[in-house]
C-alpha cells in the first residue's frame, strides 16, 4: 500500500476514533439515565445496511429466498434464480463464457454488486466487473437476500442497481449427502448431473464451536442444434429469413476449392454424392434462388451438427466455515472458499483467419487427393475449359446446359478454406476459479456492538483450446505430403494425423485478480428518542484490488525471419499457428488502493416512524479522486397492518482497472465488409457489400476484420455516477395475505461503454478516426473502446403478493406472486445525444450494444420486458409437499427483422415448473419434478443477434425436463 494511502487511513482513523470516544460519552449519559436495562428486540444485520434491525419490513426494500424454496422452484443451479428474477435481465446480457451473472434493475452486471456473507469476492478478472453466482456453494446455501436499488452509500462502487447477498449456514451439526439428475425428454445432450455433501460437528449453544465443510460438484452436457432437429425445420426458419441461400462460399470439411486465393469456392468434387453428411450440405449458391438465378454450386456446413444452443459446463465448489461463540457474547469466524467452474464453450469448424499465414490452405498437383488423380473424382464442367479458366461446374442438363467434360487442372495449385470433420465441433475450456479466506468477529465492547474482518480473495480466469483446434502449418505440411484429404474423410493414417496436429489444452489467455481488505464497523444506541435509541453505525474499510496479465505462451506464435515473434508493439500476437483462436496478453500487475469511511443513523423518531441516513466516501488511490455518496430513507407504519416506505440516494461505479489500467487492447476479430470501402445497405451482414470502383472485394469484402474493445490508454475515464428513489410498502389487508407494491427509479450519467463495432459499421463517416489502416488501405484494425458516453434513466414498480390460505382437511395451500412493471428505460448511446427508449423491444442497432448497459462486455443488445414474473402455489399436508411455479415475460416488438423475413412480434414466454418432496423415510427426503411441463419452446425471432431463430435468452432450449434428486441426513 502506497505511503499517500496509509497516511490517509491513519487520518480516517484518527477522525473516526475520536467520533467513537464522543459517541461513547453520550451513550454513557444516556445509560445513567436509563430505568434499568431492557431486552433488546431480536435483531439481524440485514442487507443494506450496517445496523441490526427486527426482522419486518425495513426502509429499504429487501428480498429473501431460502434455499428450500430455490429447490421447491425446480432450480438445479443458482442460474435458474437470476434468470426468473423479475429485478433482474441477467442472461440476455452476456454471451461469453463469464457464466451467469445477476443484472438488477437492467444496469448491466458491473452494476450490481454480488456479496457472499456481506463481504465482496475477488471478481471474474477478465472483465474485473463482476461475479459470477457459480461460485457461490450451494450445499451450505441458508439464504439470498436481494437489495434493488442504489446502496452505494453502505458499499461503495457497483452498488448502483442493488446488492445480491448470498448467506450460508452458520453452523452445521451433521452429515448430509445429496445426489441429483435432470434429463430432457427429448434426446440428445443436456443432461445435469449433480452431487453434493456437508459434514459438521459441534454445537455453538452448548458446545461454544463448529466446523463444517461443504462439497457440490455439478456437470452439463452440451446441447447441438442436431439435438433438437424440429426446432430449426428450414420450413420455419425461413419465415425467419434464416437458410433461404446458404453461401456456396462457406468453409467445411468437403471443401470447396478454386485456383487461387481470393477464388477458392469455384468446385466441389463431393457436391453430387451429398457433400459428406452430416457435416456438411449441398447448395446451389446464394444467387440460385434470384428471379433470374444463377447456380454455383458447392457443400454448406451443416448447422445441426457445428452449432450448440446450450454449452457444456463443470461446476465444483468446496466452502468450509468454523465458529466459536465465545464467553461474553464475542462471535469469531473462519470462512474458505474455493469454487471452480469451467465452460465448454464451443466454437463450431474453426478455419484459418487473419492471424494465421493465409486464410485458405492450398494442394499442389503431386497430392494423392489432388482432383483427378484417382482418388478424388475430377470435377465435371460445361463450357470452355482450356486449363488456364473456370469453366461452370456441372449440376444438370436444365441448370447448366453445354457440353460436360472433366475439368482441366492443368497441374495448378488448388485453394480451399477447410475444416477437420472427425474432430467435430471446436470448443475451448473457460475455466475460472474463485478462493477466498475470511476471518471475521463479532461481540460488544464498552457498550460498543463491533464487526471486524480480514478478507482475502483470489480469482483465475484461464482459457485452453479443447479439441477441434489445430495448428495451420502441420495442416498444410500434410496437405503437400498428401496425408490429409480436405474432400472427404480421412484414411487411417490422415486421422491419426489430425489428431497428433491438435492444440489441446493449450492455454492462450490467462488473467488473474486479487482483492485484500480489512473492515471494521461500530455501532450503539447514543440517544433516547420517543421510538426508541437512535441508533450510529461507525466503518472504515481499506481494500487493495489488484490483477495480474501474462504474455502468451509463444509455442504456437510464428516467427519472422530475422528470429523476432509476430508480436507487435503493443504485444498484441499478430501471426499465429493455432486455427481458430491468438494467443492473448502482455506482463503486467496491476492495482488500486481504496479507503472507505461510512456512518450510518437509525432514528426511530416516534413508535411508528422512523429514519436512516448514511453517507459513505470512498477514495480512488489510481483515479486520484474521492467519491461521497449519501442515503435517505424513511418508514412509517400508520397502523398495524401498513408500513410505507420511501429511500433517496446516489451511487457510483468506478472505471475497473483494466479500463484504466489496461496492459494491452483487448483484440476480437469479425469477419464483415469494409465499411466506407465496401459499403452495404446492410453494413453487419458480411457479403451484402459491393467495393468501390477500382476496388478489389477480395480484399475489401466478406474478409476477417480486427477491433479493439479496449485500448492501452483510458486514464480518461470518469466514474459513472446515479441518482435513484424509491417510495411504496407493506399492507397486510387480511390475515395471511400480504402485499407490497414499490415504485423506483435510478439515472446514471458519465455511463461508460464501448462504442459497439456494429455501431461503427452503421456510421462509418462518424467515427472515421476507428479506422486504423495499412499502407495499401485495407483496415489494420477497429478502435471500438471504452468513453463516457452519456446517460441512462429507468423507472417501474415491483409487486409482490404472497397468500396463505386457511388449513383445510386436505392440507394447506400458499401463493406467492413477485413482478417487476418496466415503465420507462432509455439511455444516449453518446454524450448530450437523443434519448432512445429500450423496452419491450429487440434491435441490432449497434447503438443498443454499444451504448446500453451491456457495453464493452458482449455484442447482444440488453431486451427489457415490459412486464415480468414468478409466481407459485405450494401444498403440503403430512410429508408431502408440492409446489406448482411459473415465470413470465411479456413479448416484444422487433424493430430490426433480418432480410427476408417480416416477422416483427416476438410472443410473450411462460415456463411452468413443478416439484414434489416426500419426506415420509426417516432422514430422506426425495424430489421428483418436472420443469417446463408445457414443453414451452423460445419465442421465435427474426433478428440477426440470435443466429438460431429462437430467443434464447429468455429460455432454453431443453424442451420438457425430468429431475431427481435424493438427500440423507446422518
Same mark, same amino acid.
Given at each position: 500500500?502506497?505511503?499517500?494511502?496509509?497516511? %490517509?487511513?491513519? %487520518?480516517?482513523?484518527?477522525?473516526?476514533?475520536?467520533?467513537?470516544?464522543?459517541?461513547?460519552?453520550?451513550?454513557?449519559?444516556?445509560?445513567?439515565?436509563?430505568?434499568?436495562?431492557?431486552?433488546?428486540?431480536?435483531?439481524?444485520?440485514?442487507?443494506?445496511?450496517?445496523?441490526?434491525?427486527?426482522?419486518?419490513?425495513?426502509?429499504?426494500?429487501?428480498?429473501?429466498?431460502?434455499?428450500?424454496?430455490?429447490?421447491?422452484?425446480?432450480?438445479?443451479?443458482?442460474?435458474?434464480?437470476?434468470?426468473?428474477?423479475?429485478?433482474?435481465?441477467?442472461?440476455?446480457?452476456?454471451?461469453?463464457?463469464?457464466?451467469?451473472?445477476?443484472?438488477?434493475?437492467?444496469?448491466?452486471?458491473?452494476?450490481?454488486?454480488?456479496?457472499?456473507?456481506?463481504?465482496?469476492?475477488?471478481?471474474?478478472?477478465?472483465?474485473?466487473?463482476?461475479?459470477?453466482?457459480?461460485?457461490?456453494?450451494?450445499?451450505?446455501?441458508?439464504?439470498?437476500?436481494?437489495?434493488?436499488?442504489?446502496?452505494?452509500?453502505?458499499?461503495?462502487?457497483?452498488?448502483?442497481?442493488?446488492?445480491?447477498?448470498?448467506?450460508?449456514?452458520?453452523?452445521?451439526?451433521?452429515?448430509?449427502?445429496?445426489?441429483?439428475?435432470?434429463?430432457?425428454?427429448?434426446?440428445?445432450?443436456?443432461?445435469?448431473?449433480?452431487? @453434493?455433501?456437508?459434514?459438521?460437528?459441534?454445537?455453538?449453544?452448548?458446545?461454544?464451536?463448529?466446523?463444517?465443510?461443504?462439497?457440490?460438484?455439478?456437470?452439463?452436457?452440451? #446441447?447441438?442444434?442436431?439435438?433438437?432437429?424440429?426446432?430449426?425445420?428450414?420450413?420455419? #426458419?425461413?419465415?425467419?429469413?434464416?437458410?433461404?441461400?446458404?453461401?456456396?462460399?462457406?468453409?467445411?470439411?468437403?471443401?470447396?476449392?478454386?485456383?487461387?486465393?481470393?477464388?477458392?469456392?469455384?468446385?466441389?468434387?463431393?457436391?453430387?454424392?451429398?457433400?459428406?453428411?452430416?457435416?456438411?450440405?449441398?447448395?446451389?449458391?446464394?444467387?440460385?434462388?434470384?428471379?433470374?438465378?444463377?447456380?454455383?454450386?458447392?457443400?454448406? %456446413?451443416?448447422? #445441426?451438427?457445428?452449432?450448440? &444452443?446450450?454449452?457444456?459446463?463443470?461446476?465444483?465448489?468446496?466452502?468450509? /466455515?468454523?465458529?466459536?461463540?465465545?464467553?461474553?457474547?464475542? $462471535?469469531?469466524?473462519?470462512?474458505?472458499?474455493?469454487?471452480?467452474?469451467?465452460?465448454?464453450?464451443?466454437?463450431?469448424?474453426?478455419?484459418?483467419?487473419?492471424?494465421?499465414?493465409?486464410?485458405?490452405?492450398?494442394?499442389?498437383?503431386?497430392?494423392?487427393?489432388?482432383? @483427378?488423380?484417382? &482418388?478424388?473424382?475430377?470435377?465435371?464442367?460445361?463450357?470452355?475449359?482450356? @486449363?488456364?479458366?473456370?469453366?461452370?461446374?456441372?449440376?444438370?442438363?436444365?441448370?447448366?446446359?453445354?457440353?460436360?467434360?472433366?475439368?482441366?487442372?492443368?497441374?495448378?495449385?488448388?485453394?480451399?478454406?477447410?475444416?477437420?470433420?472427425?474432430?467435430?465441433?471446436?470448443?475451448?475450456?473457460?475455466?475460472?476459479?474463485?478462493?477466498?479466506?475470511?476471518?471475521?468477529?463479532?461481540?460488544?465492547?464498552?457498550?460498543?456492538?463491533?464487526?471486524?474482518?480480514?478478507?482475502?480473495?483470489?480469482?483465475?480466469?484461464?482459457?485452453?483450446?479443447?479439441?477441434?483446434?489445430?495448428?495451420? =502449418?502441420?495442416?498444410?505440411?500434410?496437405?503437400?505430403?498428401? !496425408?490429409?484429404?480436405?474432400?472427404?474423410?480421412?484414411?487411417?493414417?490422415?486421422?491419426?494425423?489430425?489428431?497428433?496436429?491438435?492444440?489441446? *489444452?493449450?492455454?492462450?489467455?490467462?488473467?488473474?485478480?486479487?482483492?485484500?481488505?480489512?473492515?471494521?464497523?461500530?455501532?450503539?444506541?447514543?440517544?433516547?428518542?420517543?421510538?426508541?435509541?437512535?441508533?450510529?453505525?461507525?466503518?472504515?474499510?481499506?481494500?487493495?484490488?489488484?490483477?495480474?496479465?501474462?504474455?502468451?505462451?509463444?509455442?504456437?506464435?510464428?516467427?519472422?525471419?530475422?528470429?523476432?515473434?509476430?508480436?507487435?508493439?503493443?504485444?498484441?500476437?499478430?501471426?499465429?499457428?493455432?486455427?481458430?483462436?491468438?494467443?492473448?496478453?502482455?506482463?503486467?500487475?496491476?492495482?488500486?488502493?481504496?479507503? =472507505?469511511?461510512?456512518?450510518?443513523?437509525?432514528?426511530?423518531?416516534?413508535?411508528?416512524?422512523?429514519?436512516?441516513?448514511?453517507? /459513505?466516501?470512498?477514495?480512488?488511490?489510481?483515479?486520484?479522486?474521492?467519491?461521497?455518496?449519501?442515503?435517505?430513507?424513511?418508514?412509517?407504519?400508520?397502523?398495524?397492518?401498513?408500513?410505507? /416506505?420511501?429511500?433517496?440516494?446516489?451511487?457510483?461505479?468506478?472505471?475497473?482497472?483494466?479500463?484504466?489500467?489496461?496492459?494491452?487492447?483487448?483484440?476480437?476479430?469479425?469477419?464483415?465488409?469494409?465499411?466506407?470501402?465496401?459499403?452495404?445497405?446492410?453494413?453487419?451482414?458480411?457479403?451484402?457489400?459491393?467495393?468501390?470502383?477500382?476496388?478489389?472485394?477480395?480484399?475489401?469484402?466478406?474478409?476477417?476484420?480486427?477491433?479493439?474493445?479496449?485500448?492501452?490508454?483510458?486514464?480518461?475515464?470518469?466514474?459513472?455516477?446515479?441518482?435513484?428513489?424509491?417510495?411504496?410498502?407493506?399492507?397486510?389487508?387480511?390475515?395471511?395475505?400480504?402485499?407490497?407494491? *414499490?415504485?423506483?427509479?435510478?439515472?446514471?450519467?458519465?455511463?461508460?461503454?464501448?462504442?459497439?463495432?456494429?455501431?461503427?459499421?452503421?456510421?462509418?463517416?462518424?467515427?472515421?478516426?476507428?479506422? !486504423? %489502416?495499412?499502407?495499401?488501405?485495407?483496415?489494420?484494425?477497429? !478502435?471500438?473502446?471504452?468513453?463516457?458516453?452519456?446517460?441512462?434513466?429507468?423507472?417501474?414498480?415491483?409487486?409482490?403478493?404472497?397468500?396463505?390460505?386457511?388449513?383445510?382437511?386436505?392440507?394447506?395451500?400458499?401463493? $406467492?406472486?413477485?413482478?417487476?412493471? !418496466?415503465?420507462?428505460?432509455?439511455?444516449?448511446?453518446?454524450?448530450?445525444?437523443?434519448?432512445?427508449?429500450?423496452?419491450? &423491444?429487440?434491435?441490432?442497432? @449497434?447503438?443498443?450494444?454499444?451504448?446500453?448497459?451491456?457495453?464493452?462486455?458482449?455484442?447482444?443488445?440488453?431486451?427489457?420486458?415490459?412486464?415480468?414474473?414468478?409466481?407459485?402455489?405450494?401444498?403440503?399436508?403430512?410429508?408431502?409437499?408440492?409446489?406448482?411455479?411459473?415465470?413470465?415475460?411479456?413479448?416484444?416488438?422487433?424493430?430490426?427483422?433480418?432480410?427476408?423475413?417480416?416477422?416483427?412480434?416476438?410472443?410473450?414466454?411462460?415456463?411452468?415448473?413443478?416439484?414434489?418432496?416426500?419426506?415420509?423415510?426417516?432422514?430422506?427426503?426425495?424430489?421428483?419434478?418436472?420443469?417446463? &411441463?408445457?414443453?414451452?419452446?423460445?419465442?421465435?425471432?427474426?433478428?440477426?443477434?440470435?443466429?438460431?431463430?429462437?430467443?434464447?435468452?429468455?429460455?432454453?432450449?431443453?424442451?420438457?425436463?425430468?429431475?431427481?434428486?435424493?438427500?440423507?441426513?446422518?
Amino acid at each position: 500500500m502506497s505511503t499517500e494511502s496509509i497516511y %490517509r487511513f491513519k %487520518r480516517v482513523t484518527l477522525a473516526s476514533a475520536v467520533a467513537v470516544a464522543v459517541l461513547q460519552m453520550s451513550g454513557y449519559a444516556q445509560a445513567q439515565s436509563a430505568d434499568g436495562e431492557q431486552a433488546q428486540m431480536q435483531s439481524v444485520v440485514v442487507t443494506g445496511s450496517l445496523i441490526r434491525h427486527a426482522t419486518d419490513e425495513g426502509a429499504s426494500a429487501v428480498t429473501t429466498i431460502k434455499a428450500a424454496e430455490l429447490e421447491a422452484r425446480g432450480h438445479t443451479e443458482l442460474k435458474d434464480l437470476v434468470l426468473e428474477m423479475p429485478e433482474s435481465l441477467s442472461l440476455g446480457t452476456n454471451s461469453g463464457a463469464a457464466g451467469p451473472i445477476t443484472n438488477l434493475r437492467g444496469l448491466g452486471p458491473m452494476r450490481t454488486l454480488t456479496l457472499l456473507n456481506g463481504r465482496r469476492l475477488a471478481n471474474e478478472p477478465l472483465q474485473d466487473q463482476y461475479v459470477s453466482v457459480n461460485v457461490m456453494p450451494r450445499m451450505a446455501m441458508d439464504r439470498v437476500e436481494t437489495l434493488k436499488g442504489g446502496a452505494s452509500s453502505i458499499y461503495g462502487a457497483d452498488a448502483m442497481g442493488g446488492v445480491q447477498n448470498y448467506y450460508t449456514k452458520r453452523g452445521y451439526n451433521g452429515a448430509s449427502v445429496k445426489a441429483e439428475y435432470a434429463t430432457p425428454q427429448m434426446n440428445g445432450g443436456g443432461q445435469t448431473k449433480s452431487f @453434493g455433501a456437508i459434514f459438521g460437528r459441534g454445537n455453538l449453544s452448548t458446545d461454544g464451536w463448529n466446523a463444517y465443510i461443504a462439497i457440490d460438484h455439478q456437470e452439463k452436457t452440451a #446441447l447441438f442444434q442436431g439435438d433438437r432437429p424440429q426446432q430449426h425445420d428450414p420450413a420455419i #426458419l425461413r419465415t425467419l429469413g434464416l437458410g433461404m441461400t446458404p453461401d456456396n462460399k462457406n468453409p467445411n470439411p468437403a471443401a470447396n476449392f478454386g485456383f487461387a486465393t481470393g477464388s477458392n469456392s469455384n468446385y466441389n468434387t463431393t457436391f453430387a454424392n451429398g457433400c459428406l453428411p452430416p457435416y456438411s450440405v449441398p447448395v446451389l449458391g446464394n444467387k440460385s434462388a434470384d428471379p433470374n438465378p444463377t447456380y454455383s454450386p458447392g457443400c454448406f %456446413r451443416n448447422p #445441426l451438427f457445428w452449432t450448440a &444452443i446450450t454449452d457444456g459446463s463443470k461446476i465444483s465448489n468446496i466452502s468450509s /466455515r468454523v465458529s466459536w461463540n465465545l464467553p461474553g457474547g464475542h $462471535k469469531i469466524d473462519l470462512d474458505i472458499l474455493h469454487a471452480n467452474f469451467t465452460v465448454q464453450k464451443y466454437r463450431g469448424m474453426q478455419t484459418p483467419g487473419a492471424n494465421q499465414p493465409a486464410t485458405t490452405y492450398s494442394m499442389p498437383s503431386t497430392s494423392r487427393f489432388y482432383p @483427378g488423380n484417382g &482418388i478424388t473424382p475430377a470435377v465435371q464442367v460445361v463450357g470452355s475449359n482450356t @486449363g488456364s479458366n473456370s469453366p461452370t461446374m456441372y449440376i444438370d442438363p436444365t441448370k447448366t446446359p453445354g457440353t460436360v467434360s472433366n475439368l482441366n487442372m492443368n497441374g495448378r495449385t488448388i485453394y480451399f478454406v477447410w475444416g477437420p470433420a472427425e474432430l467435430g465441433p471446436a470448443y475451448r475450456n473457460d475455466e475460472q476459479t474463485n478462493n477466498r479466506i475470511v476471518l471475521s468477529a463479532e461481540g460488544e465492547v464498552l457498550g460498543w456492538d463491533y464487526r471486524v474482518g480480514l478478507n482475502y480473495g483470489a480469482a483465475y480466469r484461464d482459457t485452453r483450446v479443447g479439441e477441434g483446434y489445430i495448428l495451420y =502449418s502441420k495442416a498444410q505440411e500434410g496437405f503437400n505430403k498428401g !496425408i490429409l484429404n480436405p474432400f472427404g474423410l480421412q484414411d487411417a493414417a490422415g486421422l491419426e494425423y489430425l489428431k497428433s496436429i491438435q492444440a489441446e *489444452d493449450y492455454t492462450y489467455r490467462l488473467n488473474k485478480a486479487y482483492n485484500k481488505s480489512v473492515d471494521a464497523t461500530f455501532t450503539r444506541g447514543v440517544w433516547a428518542l420517543p421510538g426508541g435509541d437512535l441508533m450510529l453505525a461507525v466503518s472504515g474499510e481499506l481494500r487493495r484490488d489488484s490483477a495480474r496479465t501474462f504474455n502468451p505462451q509463444l509455442d504456437y506464435v510464428l516467427k519472422k525471419p530475422d528470429g523476432s515473434y509476430y508480436i507487435d508493439a503493443s504485444g498484441n500476437v499478430t501471426q499465429s499457428d493455432l486455427v481458430g483462436e491468438t494467443p492473448q496478453g502482455v506482463a503486467k500487475k496491476l492495482y488500486r488502493d481504496i479507503s =472507505s469511511l461510512v456512518l450510518e443513523a437509525e432514528a426511530p423518531i416516534t413508535s411508528t416512524f422512523s429514519l436512516n441516513g448514511a453517507v /459513505r466516501a470512498d477514495h480512488y488511490q489510481d483515479l486520484k479522486q474521492t467519491t461521497v455518496n449519501p442515503k435517505l430513507a424513511a418508514r412509517w407504519q400508520p397502523m398495524q397492518n401498513l408500513v410505507l /416506505r420511501g429511500s433517496l440516494s446516489t451511487g457510483f461505479r468506478a472505471p475497473s482497472i483494466a479500463d484504466i489500467q489496461n496492459p494491452t487492447p483487448e483484440v476480437r476479430t469479425l469477419v464483415m465488409d469494409d465499411p466506407q470501402k465496401c459499403p452495404s445497405s446492410q453494413p453487419t451482414v458480411p457479403g451484402t457489400g459491393t467495393p468501390l470502383p477500382g476496388l478489389s472485394a477480395d480484399l475489401y469484402c466478406n474478409v476477417q476484420t480486427m477491433y479493439w474493445t479496449k485500448s492501452p490508454n483510458n486514464d480518461f475515464l470518469k466514474p459513472e455516477k446515479s441518482r435513484g428513489f424509491s417510495f411504496g410498502g407493506a399492507f397486510e389487508p387480511i390475515k395471511d395475505l400480504s402485499i407490497t407494491l *414499490d415504485y423506483w427509479g435510478i439515472g446514471l450519467t458519465d455511463v461508460l461503454g464501448a462504442v459497439a463495432i456494429a455501431e461503427i459499421q452503421q456510421n462509418p463517416d462518424k467515427y472515421n478516426s476507428s479506422f !486504423i %489502416r495499412k499502407a495499401d488501405g485495407t483496415i489494420d484494425h477497429i !478502435i471500438a473502446s471504452q468513453a463516457n458516453r452519456g446517460q441512462m434513466r429507468t423507472r417501474g414498480a415491483d409487486l409482490s403478493i404472497s397468500y396463505r390460505f386457511p388449513k383445510t382437511s386436505v392440507g394447506t395451500f400458499d401463493a $406467492k406472486l413477485n413482478g417487476t412493471y !418496466i415503465q420507462k428505460y432509455e439511455f444516449q448511446a453518446e454524450k448530450d445525444g437523443a434519448w432512445m427508449s429500450n423496452v419491450g &423491444i429487440i434491435t441490432n442497432d @449497434g447503438r443498443y450494444g454499444g451504448a446500453g448497459p451491456n457495453s464493452g462486455l458482449a455484442g447482444m443488445p440488453q431486451i427489457n420486458p415490459r412486464w415480468k414474473h414468478t409466481a407459485s402455489v405450494s401444498w403440503g399436508k403430512g410429508p408431502l409437499k408440492a409446489t406448482l411455479s411459473q415465470r413470465y415475460n411479456t413479448g416484444l416488438t422487433d424493430l430490426t427483422p433480418r432480410a427476408g423475413s417480416n416477422l416483427t412480434k416476438v410472443e410473450a414466454y411462460s415456463q411452468y415448473n413443478v416439484n414434489v418432496k416426500y419426506t415420509g423415510i426417516p432422514n430422506t427426503s426425495i424430489n421428483v419434478g418436472v420443469n417446463n &411441463i408445457t414443453e414451452k419452446w423460445p419465442p421465435l425471432t427474426a433478428n440477426t443477434i440470435y443466429s438460431g431463430g429462437y430467443v434464447t435468452s429468455m429460455a432454453d432450449m431443453m424442451g420438457r425436463v425430468y429431475r431427481f434428486s435424493v438427500e440423507y441426513k446422518f
